[in-house]
């Protein structure tokens, strides 16, 4: 008689909160800079018709955003110091 195989456990728990970190590290000239933001978002309990992959792609998204344009002001503040 073969062993019963036992059923794959399936997780109970509902996303309530999703967490981001996003993080670059740039050099310009002889300097390094890292840049780093994190964003932490909450679902109400009573909210319906979440889609979490779309939540988590905008939420990647904004904060990658926030990270590219602080490096860009790093450098346009470097490239107008260097103009002094």
Do not use: G
């Not at 036992?6 to 970190?21: M, P």
């Not at 993080?23 to 780093?36: G, L």
């Not at 679902?43 to 905008?58: G, L, Q, S, Y």
Request: hydrophobic share 35%; glycine share 0%; with cysteine.
């Amino acid at each position: 008689m073969a062993a019963r195989k036992k059923a794959e456990y399936v997780s109970k728990a509902t996303v309530s909160t999703i967490s981001v970190t996003s993080r670059a590290a740039v050099k310009f000239r002889d300097n390094y800079y890292t840049i780093e933001y994190h964003e932490e978002r909450t679902f109400p309990a009573d909210i319906k018709d979440v889609d979490m992959n779309k939540e988590r792609a905008m939420l990647w998204d904004t904060c990658n955003t926030e990270v590219d344009k602080q490096v860009e002001d790093i450098f346009e503040m470097a490239r107008k110091k260097s103009r002094w």
